[in-house]
């Protein structure tokens, strides 16, 4: 019988990440020192601002001592809200009593994002960010999707994204976006930073994530170098997944025969191939949907049970482009979730953020509730088949818009 409610590290998590959290001058002050928020907090119309700046610093990740991690969310109209100070430690506090205040703290700016490369580049522009505990090396950001002729008018680029434009990102990590191969400059300042990261302790998992290339064995070419190079200084301690487009069997094979990667997560994104047509064209049109899933299952074949995953967007087929109802999506996303996992792939499932116009409290409210009720499924399909997410891939630390993990968490102390 599946579970008709969220452990309550996820159902706190999911609330947060909704909910979000007001302003108050704690928040303001736990900046400093602070991973930085990539979106200042912005005070609604008629807000009280403390600061009379309309914007302020706010810190991008709050862990609490459950260890739930969820990012930092601005909203003025939330009930959650921040007190406390750095000297005596920061709360989690809500409007209503029955939920009592709880310690947190906010994840700091790690040390070698300060520094510089020998060459004097600042180590965060050199293609490495840092999502909690994991690494995310992109030193060619730029999709030739963005670039390749449209059909009917419509970009080849998926529907939802906005980070693999070619820009001052790719231009400064010099991604000529038409040439497989990366400048050695861009490696060499790649491992300088990286070998920092090893060192640290901070880092468990190194995910390989880049631009697509319109041939897909191109792309295995790329991928193969880039994990080349990640292993001269990772030397294997620390895991390592390929997450790349879907690539041809021979560089899956490669990559594991040379020892490159641990696991690779080629992103479906969404279920079913009218939908992946629709949201991916780019992917479609230079793979295909039957080649996608069949490279994930030769994955499974090479790499074994476990070690194969796909991200899948949740939500984006409750928009009004899709034609589905509720029920319909959350039916068709939980049969393409029990279809994957019974082939040894697993999915895993980010929140999909509506765009500005579908922003609504009740589309909200929908997408909140189809979140919940898919990862409530899931996990039942997930306990069925007896499959886990292997912690090398991801974890509860840095999973921080994916509820897998904490429910896992949640299961995996109720058995002991
Ligand atoms: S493949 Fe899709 S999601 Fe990935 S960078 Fe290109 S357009 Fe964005």
Redesign the pocket.
Known sequence: MPSTKLPENAALKLDLMFEGIRYSNALGEAADGAFPNFYPYRFALGEPDPTGKGKAEIPYMLVTEDEVLSRVKGNGESPWIVDGDKYNGYRLCHDQIKFPAQAIRFTPIPAWMKKRTRDGTAMDQTGISLHTDMAVINVAPA?Q??LAEKQNGKSM??GF?A??APDARSEQLGQDIYQTSLPDLTYARMKETLAELVNSDEVRHIYLVG??MADWAEEGQRFVELARQVQSVNQHKIPVTCGS?ALPDRYIKQLHDENLVDAVCF?LEVWSEALFAKV?P??HKFVGYKSWIAALEYAVKIFGKGRVYTAMVAGIELGPDYGLTYREALNQALRGAEDLISRGIIPIYSLFWPVAGHNLPAAYANLRDYFEQLNLGYAQIRSDYGMTIWDGFMCHCCAYMQLECDIDLHSTIEEH
């Open positions: 999709c999707y963005f680029r998926c994204c980070y693999g631009g697509s487009g992103n991916c780019g992917k």
